[in-house]
């Protein structure tokens, strides 16, 4: 090693919870710059995580880093925010930096339009000077040509010439052009009526506005309370201190609606959306955008939380208990939490909204350490619209019927009549769940998952929900022959059709994962909507948040009873807020809102508390329940699933894992093995470890020895294994 040479410590994508060394003689190197360094045979981009000044590799053994990139992509609080994630989640350090790098950036292709330039050429740019320029640079003599007309932007050249960045810097070199950083103007857009605040509104924004620093504030509003106001009001106030704001949405299907709500306030502000519709180039951009603090406002689903931003002020999360915060493969994070560090270690508010607070979220309003704020909305924020009311209907007494019923069909009619929209949510897609041979019961299963397969009319399909495995709809019978198959339950498909026979001339809309595939599909949805060409709505979840529909008076739930009665512990909670959520959807305007429920179990707790908008009684309810049972949010929680094509395969890694167990000194129970619900997904079988420890620091303490033990057992090469901290699924 020469005395001008570093030892560089570099995060790759490697699954061990580990740092390489590297050597590097560059003097400015800098800690979250990335680099390209030879791994094995290979080359991996990674980051630059800290300086050693010894390594325990021998330093003649130590390689060099083969490219380092001007380009610093995490700051140290980042890093550090980073390195906190993957000791919480147990996951390795390297594998937790590299899930949060733009996949342009790891596909080593991040040189695009990092700000966009107005490229200009000066006056000695002629055409003999064009004539004159060497005859094998084809592409360099057409970006000079194509100059010569006039001055142009980045982005517009690309569609000329790819990748045209070095070229400018050439000519610009050659005094030809110059460049400018090219300015966003948004002058088509109009901003938009600022509605006035009611009274419960403006003391939340005032109470967050006069407090400084970080504080965790749980702002608790009923459905159409109006949180989004309080939002765009806090930003608005961030802006002016040239400050950025960063707001998390549970899924894809929100930020729609949510930008161009936020354009039309903020017309002439930066505005950039993180989601997983974008495309690698577009994200790229964006977090380029936010990073640079170009970006005054950004808007982004679960990753967006590990965005570097520049002037970051204040962190939004919406509905907040929304489960598709928490990620659920690879490194599984909740972005909520996240959110909640991150804004502890930058020293900044962070808001998080909700209609149904979660059960961890509301045990935090009530106790005294990592206490949150509580904020109370019980207004809805147009003070003539009321809350909806919510009766039962038990199902027909014929039990096989799956009809409905002939109240809910008047309550249809009678909305078209008054040409107002219905809306009916069936957390189920497909035609029918189930199909069965009348003669010897047999049914389709997907043969890579312990599950039944779905029935999709449309497509004359039989489909897996577990793995998209697809199979052609069969005729007959394969175990007895008979021809007669008959599909039970319903999906989204099959209300569909259904509605469509009872109401021939409504306009029928299904929106569910199977027709909303596309960021187009689900603006379409919106503009028919709010056009008033829908008469009947038919979807899943995806249809229960966020959608504001002026005309809709009526919600229908169906076929929920099975989610009363689940396994998982969480069932209820989920249940209650989804709908509320849906339910809300109602009577957001001047019209009334209905909803009816259709249920077996009219006396099920739940709906009594449903019926009264009662959410804090229903959530002390479940509380007292969880703290008997001594579970989540009273205890804490860790899952391990192995799995393996080969059964005999987990099963050994399991009991070598579980006799690593006993070697630790621990408090912490554990129950195990055990199979999940789904048994075999995709073709692995799977067992599981649950863990389960009264004291946070205890439980960690334990998983941190207990998983550095089973990584050296030599079973784990001949399985998969993931660690789920905080897991919401069962
Ligand atoms: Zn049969
Ligand atoms: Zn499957």
Redesign the pocket.
């Known amino acids: 090693m020469k005395s001008s040479e570093k030892i560089i410590n570099v995060a790759l994508n490697v699954p061990v919870n580990e740092l390489f060394d590297y050597l590097s003689n560059d003097e400015d190197i800098q800690i979250g710059q990335y680099v390209k360094v030879p791994f094995g045979r290979r080359n991996l981009i990674g980051i630059v995580y800290s300086f050693a000044s010894s390594s325990k590799v021998e330093k003649n053994k130590l390689k060099k880093i083969s490219y380092i990139d001007s380009e610093v992509l995490f700051d140290k609080r980042l890093l550090k925010l980073l390195s906190f994630v993957s000791s919480y989640y147990h996951y390795p350090i390297g594998q937790t930096i590299m899930s949060v790098v733009p996949a342009r950036i790891k596909q080593d292709k991040s040189h695009i339009n990092r700000i966009e330039l107005l490229i200009q050429p000066t006056e000695t740019l002629t055409q003999e000077v064009i004539n004159a320029l060497p005859k094998r640079q084809v592409r360099l003599r057409k970006l000079a040509q194509k100059l010569l007309e006039g001055p142009i932007r980045q982005s517009n050249l690309s569609k000329t010439i790819s990748s045209p960045l070095p070229l400018i810097k050439v000519l610009e070199k050659a005094n030809l052009c110059t460049t400018l950083e090219w300015q966003l103007k948004s002058d088509s857009l109009s901003a938009e009526a600022i509605p006035k605040l009611n009274s419960e509104q403006e003391i939340v924004i005032s109470k967050i506005l006069n407090h400084n620093g970080y504080k965790a504030w749980l702002v608790h509003g009923v459905t159409g309370s109006g949180k989004t106001e309080i939002y765009l009001n806090l930003i608005e106030k961030l802006l002016k201190k040239n400050l950025q704001s960063l707001i998390l949405v549970p899924e894809i299907n929100l930020t729609p609606q949510l930008e161009s709500r936020f354009l039309r306030r903020f017309y002439d502000k930066k505005i950039v959306v993180l989601h997983s519709f974008l495309s690698d180039r577009e994200r790229l951009k964006h977090w380029q955008q936010a990073k640079s603090g170009e970006a005054d406002i950004v808007i982004g689903t679960r990753l967006a939380i590990f965005t570097p931003i520049k002037n970051l002020g204040l962190i939004i999360v919406d509905e907040e208990h929304d489960a598709s915060f928490k990620q659920q493969e690879g490194l599984r994070y909740h972005a909520r939490d996240v959110a909640l560090v991150r804004g502890k270690e930058l020293n900044i508010p962070v808001v998080m909204g909700t209609a149904t607070p979660s059960l961890e979220s509301w045990l935090n309003t009530k106790q005294t350490v990592e206490k949150f704020d509580y904020l109370r909305l019980t207004k809805r924020a147009i003070s003539e619209a009321k809350l909806p009311s919510i009766k039962l209907i038990p199902y027909a007494k014929d039990k096989y019927s799956t009809r409905l019923s002939q109240e809910l069909l008047k309550a249809i009619e009678e909305r078209i009549k008054k040409r107002q929209q219905v809306l009916i949510f069936i957390n189920r897609r497909g035609y029918a769940p189930v199909l069965v ?1 009348t ?4 049914t389709p299963k997907c043969h890579r998952c312990s599950a039944k397969l779905v029935y999709h009319r449309q497509q004359n399909k039989l489909r897996c929900h577990h793995c998209d495995h697809q199979q052609v709809m069969i005729s007959q ?1 394969p ?4 021809l007669d198959l008959l599909p039970l339950g319903k999906g989204t498909q099959r209300l569909e059709d259904e509605l469509e026979n009872y109401f021939p001339k409504a306009s029928i809309l299904r929106v569910d994962r199977d027709t909303m595939r596309s960021k187009k599909a689900l603006n379409d949805l919106y503009t028919k909507v709010n056009e008033g060409d829908v008469d009947i709505l038919v979807g899943t979840q995806i249809l229960s948040k966020g959608h504001d529909f002026k005309n809709l008076s009526l919600v229908i739930i169906l076929e929920i009873d099975h989610a009363l009665y689940s396994t998982n512990f969480r069932s209820t909670e989920r249940i209650f807020s989804q709908l509320t959520q849906v339910s809300g959807r109602s009577g957001r305007a001047l019209i009334e809102g209905d909803v009816l429920i259709q249920t077996n179990f009219p006396n099920h707790p739940i709906f009594h508390y449903l019926k009264n908008h009662d959410f804090s009684g229903y959530a002390d309810l479940l509380l007292e329940e969880r703290k008997q049972m001594n579970l989540i949010p009273y205890s804490y929680m860790a899952i391990l699933t192995v799995q393996a094509k080969a059964f005999s395969c987990v099963e050994e890694f399991i009991d070598k894992a579980i006799a690593e167990i006993g070697k630790i000194k621990t408090e912490v129970n554990f129950f195990g093995p055990v199979r999940p619900t789904l048994e075999r997904l995709k073709g692995f079988e799977r067992v599981q470890i649950i863990f389960q420890s009264n004291d946070r620091n205890d439980l960690h303490r334990f998983l941190g020895q207990w998983m550095n033990a089973i990584q050296n057992l030599t079973e784990i090469k001949r399985v998969k294994f993931s660690l789920d901290v905080d897991p919401i699924d069962f």
């Open positions: 041979c003669s010897c019961g047999w019978c175990d007895c022959g008979n």
